[in-house]
């Protein structure tokens, strides 16, 4: 779906208004995981909607439900001090966008946007990283691999996903969905998602890139549990993270599996989830297990 807005539509929306509707921030890391410091080792995503009043669904057309996401993300080889040859290059990105989500006529929940991707040392990732191993005692990357690591670039991304909600039961929605994405990483990706319980229903939710789980942005509050399993797979065909010009070569699909659990009580909210990432490129060797925590605490 690529549906725009109109003319008349862009005139109509103002006077509906628009305020902060929901924000919502997710940490994922490979600590929180297998516990190892590699690969898809460390990302942050941010998320803030705007939009008119929340209902409890998607409006109807683009335009008026407006996400501003930000996402930093590092990646790793497997040893920061002396990588293997052929291992993964480091590689520290920062990217800004906008998103906007709405629904079909026939009840399509779409995704559709686009994001500024920065790369390399100018994002000051890699400074950031070494100062954190640094505080907590842990190996930093070595001069050999920052100096190795992807440098600076700047690519625009779009990304566009759509999705549909299928009831099960009362309280249990399959949710199969499709993305694409070109850019940054170029690529298709079809999976599925399965909540079962109260937290997160009539609520938007984000999906991270890194992980695929959908992060709660705009919240209901409605206390309760909900467990969350998902998988999928994409077709990669090019990643600026893993450049075939140094002789990198991507597997001929990725996948996903996740778990999670989203708890919401009466003030407070927390969120953890667990993903298990499959081989991107030759001769990785296996997958890897990364956690996301995302929480709210109020007292």
């Known amino acids: 779906m690529t549906a725009t807005a109109t003319q008349t539509m862009a005139q109509d929306a103002p006077s509906k208004g628009r305020s902060a509707l929901g924000y919502g921030l997710l940490f994922v890391n ?14 942050v995503m941010s998320s803030r909607v705007y939009g008119p009043a929340w209902t409890g669904a ?12 930000f996402l930093g993300e ?8 002396t990588p293997a040859p052929g291992d993964r290059p480091f590689a520290g990105s920062l990217s800004l966008g906008l998103h906007t989500h709405f629904a079909t006529a026939r009840g399509t929940e779409v995704s559709l946007g686009g994001d500024v991707v920065a790369i390399g040392p100018q994002t000051s990732l890699d400074n950031l990283q070494t100062t954190l191993h640094d505080v907590f005692g842990m190996n930093a990357a070595s001069a050999a691999t920052l100096n190795a690591q992807i440098g600076d ?72 549990l909900s467990w969350i399993v998902g998988a ?30 989203h708890w919401q ?6 969120f953890y989830g667990m993903t298990y990432l499959g081989e991107e490129f030759v001769g990785q060797g296996s997958g890897q297990f990364v956690g996301a925590l995302q929480f709210s605490l109020k007292f």
């Open 30 to 43: 490979d600590l929180l995981g297998d516990g190892r410091d590699r690969w898809r080792t460390g990302s």
């Open 58 to 69: 998607l409006p109807g057309r683009a335009g008026e439900v407006l996400e501003l996401r």
């Open 74 to 81: 590092v990646m790793a080889p497997d040893n920061l001090v």
């Open 153 to 224: 670039k700047i690519r625009p991304t779009a990304t566009l996903e759509m999705a549909r909600d299928v009831a099960l039961a009362e309280q249990t929605q399959f949710r199969p969905f499709m993305e694409l994405r070109g850019g940054v990483e170029t690529y298709a990706r079809v999976g599925f998602d399965v909540t079962i319980g109260r937290a997160g229903q009539g609520e938007l939710l984000t999906r991270d890139p890194v992980t695929g789980h959908r992060m709660r942005v705009v919240r209901q509050h409605t206390p309760g």
């Open 232 to 261: 999928d797979v994409a077709k990669v065909w090019d990643s600026v993270y893993l450049p075939e010009d140094r002789g990198y070569a991507l597997t001929n699909t990725r996948t996903r599996a996740r778990l999670g659990l």
């Open 265 to 270: 009580g009466e003030k407070s909210m927390v």
